[in-house]
């Protein structure tokens, strides 16, 4: 299957968080051709803070498999570049491949921010595609964003 289709399947997730009040980021986990996990952003309804759409589908992963450590080829896809926290995750669960829509400029752990993922001391590494779908998926954190302003304005 080709990047665009699961980003796109991420970013139907991405969605749902949006029509939920959460920040819309999506994700899905995939190894092979098979769908073995999908998330969403969940720290506001679920009082979890870490409950970032790439712990969500990592935790649901882990579940289906029945490891703590997903299978060889695990491909995690995000509609937005990962936090720190995130990344931290990905090596602890052994994500093969991280694939991302548009970067994060503040918090992005990749290549944005800071280059968590290159860290010397990590034992496990992390091939990374950033970019898939990049204008879709800033489109949809940006329309979210304008929306919460407008409704701030509309408060004053």
């Given at each position: 299957?080709?990047?665009?289709?699961?980003?796109?399947?991420?970013?139907?997730?991405?969605?749902?968080?949006?029509?939920?009040?959460?920040?819309?980021?999506?994700?899905?986990?995939?190894?092979?051709?098979?769908?073995?996990?999908?998330?969403?952003?969940?720290?506001?309804?679920?009082?979890?803070?870490?409950?970032?759409?790439?712990?969500?589908?990592?935790?649901?992963?882990?579940?289906?498999?029945?490891?703590?450590?997903?299978?060889?080829?695990?491909?995690?896809?995000?509609?937005?570049?990962p936090?720190?926290?995130?990344?931290?995750?990905?090596?602890?669960?052994?994500?093969?491949?991280?694939?991302?829509?548009?970067?994060?400029?503040?918090?992005?752990?990749?290549?944005?921010?800071?280059?968590?993922?290159?860290?010397?001391?990590?034992?496990?590494?992390?091939?990374?595609?950033?970019?898939?779908?990049?204008?879709?998926?800033?489109?949809?954190?940006?329309?979210?964003f304008?929306?919460?302003?407008?409704?701030?304005?509309?408060?004053s």
């Amino acid at each position: 299957m080709s990047h665009q289709r699961w980003m796109r399947y991420a970013l139907n997730r991405a969605l749902q968080a949006g029509e939920r009040g959460e920040v819309p980021v999506g994700a899905v986990i995939v190894v092979g051709n098979d769908l073995i996990a999908e998330g969403y952003n969940e720290p506001i309804g679920g009082h979890d803070p870490t409950a970032h759409a790439e712990i969500v589908a990592i935790r649901r992963a882990a579940q289906q498999v029945g490891n703590y450590r997903l299978p060889p080829g695990a491909t995690l896809y995000v509609t937005i570049e990962p936090c720190q926290m995130c990344v931290g995750a990905m090596v602890h669960a052994r994500v093969s491949h991280l694939v991302y829509g548009a970067p994060e400029p503040k918090a992005g752990a990749v290549e944005s921010a800071m280059r968590a993922l290159e860290h010397p001391a990590l034992n496990h590494r992390v091939e990374v595609t950033g970019g898939v779908l990049e204008e879709e998926c800033r489109d949809v954190i940006q329309r979210f964003f304008a929306g919460r302003r407008d409704e701030k304005r509309g408060e004053s």
